[in-house]
């Protein structure tokens, strides 16, 4: 993993990622127990594991688990109340760095490419309440 467990204990938010056992077993049995980067840990002891979830372990939520979608009275399903840009599929998705498509052999690109652009994991910050009207 390319983050180590201070890092993102300093990155995550004093918020609970889970309310109670149950939550945080069913999301983690969505994404953690199949995520190829704790794998080795999990299967063999080996390394010390994820630290996103010795992060979560501590009453935190890291800055890497992004809110999942929400219906319009803020519901959420448990498996799928994060999105972790950390997650690494099982049995596909390649590996590594994404590597452009190469240039035909023995003709120049057309245009140069850009550079790819990083993705950003910082939580938006939350809107404040609005009052409703006639309340005072």
């Not at 309310?19 to 794998?39: I, K, P, Q, V």
């Not at 594991?49 to 372990?57: K, S």
């Not at 120049?108 to 993705?119: H, I, K, S, V």
Request: net charge negative.
């Amino acid at each position: 993993m390319s983050i180590d467990y201070d890092e993102a204990y300093a990155r995550s938010r004093d918020v609970p990622a889970f309310s109670n056992g149950t939550e945080g077993e069913t999301w983690m049995a969505n994404w953690c127990y199949r995520c190829l980067r704790d794998a080795p840990h999990r299967n063999m002891g080996k390394g010390s594991g994820c630290p996103l979830i010795l992060v979560a372990m501590m009453s935190r939520t890291p800055a890497e688990w992004l809110d999942g979608p929400r219906d319009e009275q803020g519901r959420y399903s448990m498996a799928d109340q994060y999105h972790c840009i950390e997650f690494k599929v099982p049995g596909g998705g390649g590996g590594g760095e994404p590597r452009p498509k190469p240039d035909p052999p023995g003709m120049d690109g057309l245009f140069p490419r850009p550079e790819r652009a990083t993705r950003m994991f910082v939580q938006p910050t939350p809107e404040p309440a609005r009052q409703m009207a006639g309340a005072s």
